[in-house]
Nanobody
Framework: QVQLVESGGGLVQPGGSLRLSCVAS????????MGWYRQAPGKQRELVAM???????NYADSVQGRFTVSRDDAKTTVYLQMNSLKPEDTAVYFC????????????????WGQGTQVTVSS
């Protein structure tokens, strides 16, 4: 079983920055894809950014150029650096991981963190 724990959310003024972190724990050798989704009130959950184990990244058009996703060397922690934040970035941000190699087998389940609130407001 894999657990994802996010941190770093909070309240920030428009134009400000925040950095989210997500640590994966459990019986893990390697994680293929880690990333971030967000869900605003009354809206569907949407992809923000993802990072593969080979270093490829993908961003939503709405955050391209403002947000940067990265991972640590062990590839079990994913970060989201958010700059030039806008009120429309306000949402609960969820960490996501899928494609997990364990010592005994490949786990193709998708895992989610509990979410961290990001509020952009003056």
């Amino acid at each position: 079983q894999v657990q994802l724990v996010e941190s770093g959310g909070g309240l920030v003024q428009p134009g400000g920055s925040l950095r989210l972190s997500c640590v994966a724990s459990g019986n893990i050798d390697m994680i293929n894809v880690m990333g971030w989704y967000r869900q605003a009130p009354g809206k569907q959950r949407e992809l923000v950014a993802m990072h593969t184990r080979t270093g490829s990244t993908n961003y939503a058009d709405s955050v391209q150029g403002r947000f940067t996703v990265s991972r640590d060397d062990a590839k079990t922690t994913v970060y989201l650096q958010m700059n030039s934040l806008k009120p429309e970035d306000t949402a609960v941000y969820f960490c996501h991981a899928d494609g997990i190699w364990t010592p005994g087998y490949f786990d193709n389940n998708a895992y989610w963190g509990q979410g961290t609130q990001v509020t952009v407001s003056s």
